[in-house]
Structures are given as structure tokens and as C-alpha cells.
């Protein structure tokens, strides 16, 4: 699948995982992918520290929520008491109450403030998936799209389509360079966590491996490599995750999972694909179980998008055109 994609190096950095690092061109991304939804790269800098703090970030948006909800909540409550124990405060139902000055009221209003504040956070900051471009649209409407390609012209991050799953993967292949002391995260290190996640063990379930038979070649190819420090990731990492990228968009997913990874990494290196093979599974029954779990898991998220899409019908007599008319 690399083979058909139109990669392209920076021209400062040539690509270099650890110049690309520092590089004021390409600010990280080192090399850019071409696609029908323009060009595509890999933002993150995966390096010491890294995940440390996308971690801490994440905890911390999290007790800010619930501090601002905490006041929220607070800030309601003692409205309350202070308006049911003021018999001469007008009703909540008159206008007039709201902008009376009355502390209840003042403290309400700044209540609904914060609350709107915490809204914003929980949309801005929440480390929500966004769905890919495609995802959801009929053939004509991805069509049109496509056809609007030259107007999209700024690198587009392709992080930020990565499920929670695909993210642990990448970490998993991170600690797992970072611990064989190997320079770069090479695409053994990424199928080996993409292995070692849900999707890989139902993987080797369904293909009926024996993860014993090759753990020992896998291993020997974890630590092949040029050893040092600081990890990071290499040329062919970012070409995988930019591939698995589009390897869930022709498979109309919603985003990015670990088995998009997963089938990047195992066609971007010919020694995996030997070493499954001299366990007598070969290429061709490991992409067709890669995906069966893919189409079962496109499955389950087309389930949900229309039990969502059916929470909107009218559940009222009116008929859909929202007409008069009775339906029978």
C-alpha cells in the first residue's frame, strides 16, 4: 500500500526523523502525504516526554471540568437558598427578577456564565476523535469533495483522526523502541503493539496463531536497528500512520483504529510478512483476517451512526414532511 502513495520529504530536512524535529519548514511533520483531501502529515513530534505530557494534559483538562462544574453547581444551590428565603424577591417567571440585582439572581446569571465557559472547554479541549472528512457521506457528496481538492492547499494533521486505541499503540511502540534502546520507532515496533492490543489478540484468535511460534523472530527484529537515544519516530513510522490514515478512509471508516496501523505495518515491512509466513500463515490470510475484524468493527460504528441518526425522527403523529396530516 506505501508503494501507491505519493510521498513527498521536505526540502530543508529531507525527512530526517530528528532534524525534522527542529525544523521551521516542516515544524515536525518531515514528510507530506498527496490525497483526495489534500495534503496530509504527521504533526506530533514523538519524543521524550511526549506522552508524559499529553497525559497530564488530559488530567489536567479534566479536574478543570470538574472544578467549573463543581461552581456551577455551587453557584446554583446558593441562588436557591437565597431566593426561597426572601419572601419579597419577585417571581422567576417575571422578567423584572433577572435584572432586579437581586444576589440570587446575579449569582444565577453568573452560574449560566461559567456554565457556558465549561461547554466551550468540553468542546474545545476534550480529547474527542473527530470523524474523518468522508465519514458518513454518500458517494456523490465524497465526490464532490474530492473535486474541491486544489482549493485545500495547507497540511492538514491526520493526528487528530486517531482513535484512543490507536494512540496506545503508538505508545506501546514507543516504550517498546524506547526499552530495546533503538534510535528511531521502526515498523516492527508498531505491529508488535499493534499485536499486543484488543484488536491483535482477536486477531490471533481468528487466524488461530500461536503467538509463541513468533515471538522470537519479532523479537529479533525489535532490536535490530541502530541503538541510542532520544527515540523517535522514523520515516517509515510516519509513513505507516499516514497510510493507515488512508487505509480507514477507503474502508469508510470513522477514524483511525489500531488494525489500520496494524495492516500499514505489516505491508510496509517484507521481513513480518516472512516470518508469518514460515509460521505457515501467509500474506493473503492475514489481510483477510485484518479485515474481517476491520469490516466488524465499520460495522459497529455504522450501528451506532444510525441509532443516532434514528434519535431524530418524529416520534409525534405528525407525519416526516411536518405536515397537518395524520399519519395512518
Known amino acids: 500500500m506505501l508503494a501507491d502513495l505519493s510521498f513527498r520529504a521536505c526540502a530543508v530536512c529531507g525527512g530526517d ?25 504527521w504533526a506530533p513530534v514523538i519524543e521524550d516526554g511526549f506522552f508524559g505530557f499529553r497525559s497530564f494534559r488530559t488530567k489536567a483538562n479534566a479536574i478543570i471540568h470538574l472544578f467549573l462544574a463543581v461552581c456551577v453547581f455551587i453557584l446554583l444551590a446558593t441562588a436557591g437558598y437565597l431566593y426561597a428565603f426572601d419572601t419579597r424577591v419577585p417571581s ?43 465519514w458518513g457521506k454518500t458517494e456523490m457528496q465524497i465526490h464532490a469533495w474530492e473535486a474541491t481538492v ?6 492538514h ?24 534502546n533503538m534510535l528511531e520507532i521502526a515498523p516492527i515496533h508498531l505491529f508488535g503493539a499493534a499485536l499486543a492490543s484488543s484488536s491483535g489478540g482477536i486477531f490471533l484468535t481468528r487466524l488461530g496463531l500461536d503467538f509463541e511460534k513468533i515471538r522470537e523472530p519479532l523479537s529479533k527484529l525489535v532490536h535490530e536497528g ?23 478512509r477507503e474502508a469508510r471508516r470513522k477514524a483511525v483504529g489500531s488494525m489500520e496501523i496494524f495492516l500499514s505495518a505489516f505491508e510496509a515491512d517484507e521481513r513480518i510478512q516472512d516470518i508469518l509466513d514460515a509460521a505457515g500463515y501467509s500474506a493473503k490470510q492475514v489481510r483477510h483476517v485484518s479485515e474481517w475484524i476491520r469490516l466488524q468493527e465499520g460495522l459497529k460504528e455504522q450501528h451506532d451512526r444510525f441509532v443516532a441518526l434514528a434519535a431524530l425522527k418524529p416520534s409525534t403523529v405528525m407525519n416526516r414532511s411536518m405536515t397537518a396530516r395524520q399519519t395512518p
Not at 486544489?150 to 497540511?155: D, E, K, L, Y
Open 17 to 41: 526523523p530528528r532534524a525534522s524535529a527542529r525544523c521551521s519548514a516542516c515544524k515536525g511533520a518531515g514528510i507530506t502525504l498527496a490525497s483526495p483531501d489534500g495534503p496530509l502529515v
Open 92 to 134: 422567576l417567571l417575571m422578567a423584572h427578577f433577572w435584572v432586579s440585582g437581586h444576589p440570587s439572581a446575579m449569582l444565577a446569571w453568573f452560574a449560566v456564565f461559567i456554565g457556558c465557559f465549561l461547554v466551550f472547554r468540553l468542546s474545545a479541549y476534550s480529547d474527542q476523535v473527530k470523524a474523518l472528512p468522508t
Open 150 to 155: 486544489s482549493t485545500r492547499t495547507s497540511p
Open 157 to 180: 494533521d491526520v493526528s487528530i483522526y486517531f482513535r484512543p486505541a490507536a494512540w496506545h499503540v503508538i505508545e506501546s511502540a514507543y516504550t517498546l523502541a524506547k526499552r530495546a
Open 226 to 248: 541502530e541503538t541510542g537515544n532520544p527515540t523517535s519516530l522514523s520515516l517509515e513510522g510516519k509513513k505507516i500512520l499516514l497510510a493507515s490514515y488512508m487505509g480507514a
